[in-house]
């Protein structure tokens, strides 16, 4: 979400102000390929986890997502992406 919004405002910014020397007009084709950096996912098992369990799960527990979200500055992050109601608890 955070790195989403990131790229819809370099977008709106470079589409508003483009290079003297760009091509006309500027255009830009997104393509998002989702992933998990977690290997052991059975990539053969139904997928039936919500967002939430799956982070807590991922960082050890409740006590370790706790960590994470301090840690990254999460919920700060989001708010300054524009992410007004940044959902963590």
């Known amino acids: 979400m955070i790195g ?3 790229l ?6 470079v589409l508003s102000n483009p290079l003297a020397h760009a091509p006309r007009p500027v255009a830009f084709s997104v393509i998002r390929v989702p992933f998990f950096l977690e290997p052991q ?3 053969n098992k139904a997928f039936i986890e919500t967002n939430r369990q799956r982070l807590t799960n991922k960082w050890g527990g409740k006590a370790g997502w706790e960590r994470q979200k301090v840690g990254h500055d999460l919920k700060g ?3 300054e ?9």
């Open 8 to 13: 819809n405002k370099a977008i709106s910014e």
């Open 4 to 6: 989403k919004k990131h």
């Open 41 to 43: 996912y059975d990539e």
């Open 81 to 89: 992406a524009g992410i007004p109601h940044f959902n963590l608890d």
């Open 77 to 79: 992050r989001g708010l």
